[in-house]
């Protein structure tokens, strides 16, 4: 299985901070690389795919990028809304595996 | 716009079998467009993939569940369905189902169901 690191766990940001979180993938997956943001009580939901392709919909302020093992989520500029866990997605090969997850509070 | 539903009890015992399904709103699942996943998350941690679903019966499954593990669909009643037999509490988690598109799966999931919660337990 294909281990997905993610850093750091948690990080505590103020409105307008800019946050980058990273995930680095145990093997070369290329850029299969997908981002969601969870909410309390709630299903996650799909930020980025492909390492930087933006959902539709998706404020311009979340950033991503990296190819290979590396990759990182940025926050360009924190919003109250933004306040979650962020879970990195690899989706290069069989059992698809998330990381860890990382906290961004207040 | 496309809505999903799991369900299913809510508390299961101990080696038995948490059986749930999700039901499509909005959405044909015979239509052949997308792949029907399964992902858990344990209370306060992470997610795990469980296993996918076509419509024409192919699977992948997490090999750690496999020996455990059946998904099936039933198109006549726009649903797919999980089977995780010989339980433990390590398997309490609130299950979701989502669906990939067939032509951009490695793009991730786009739309999620609620979430289910279900607990082993004697």
């Known amino acids: 299985d294909i281990q997905m690191t993610q850093s750091p766990s948690s990080v505590s940001a103020s409105v307008g901070d800019r946050v980058t979180i990273t995930c680095r993938a145990s093997?070369?997956?290329?850029?299969?690389l997908v981002w969601y943001q969870q909410k309390p009580g709630k299903a996650p939901n799909r930020l980025i795919f492909?390492?930087?392709g933006l959902e539709g919909g998706v404020p311009s302020r979340f950033i991503g990028s990296g190819s290979g093992t590396a990759f990182s989520l940025t926050i360009s500029s924190l919003q109250p809304e933004d306040f979650a866990t962020y879970y990195c997605?690899?989706?290069?090969?069989?059992?698809?595996?998330f990381g860890g997850g990382t906290k961004v509070e207040i | 716009q496309v809505q999903f539903q799991e369900s299913g009890p809510g508390l299961v015992k101990p080696s038995q079998t948490l059986s749930l399904t999700c039901t499509v709103s909005?959405?044909?699942?015979?239509?052949?467009?997308?792949?029907w996943n399964w992902i858990r998350q344990p209370a306060g941690k992470g997610l795990e993939w469980i296993g996918r679903?076509?419509?024409?019966?192919?699977?992948e499954y997490n090999p750690s569940l496999r020996s455990r593990l059946t998904i099936s669909v039933d198109a006549s009643k726009n649903q797919f369905s999980l089977n995780l037999s010989s339980v433990t509490a390590a398997d309490t988690a609130v299950y979701y189902c989502?669906?990939?598109?067939?032509?951009?799966?490695?793009?991730?999931?786009?739309?999620w169901g609620q979430g289910t919660t279900v607990i082993v337990s004697s």
């Open positions: 989502a669906r990939a598109y067939i032509g951009s799966w490695r793009y991730g999931m786009g739309v």
């Open positions: 909005d959405a044909s699942i015979s239509s052949g467009d997308y792949y």
């Open positions: 679903i076509h419509t024409s019966g192919s699977t």
């Open positions: 093997q070369d997956i290329g850029r299969w």
């Open positions: 492909e390492a930087s």
């Open positions: 997605q690899q989706a290069d090969s069989f059992p698809l595996t």
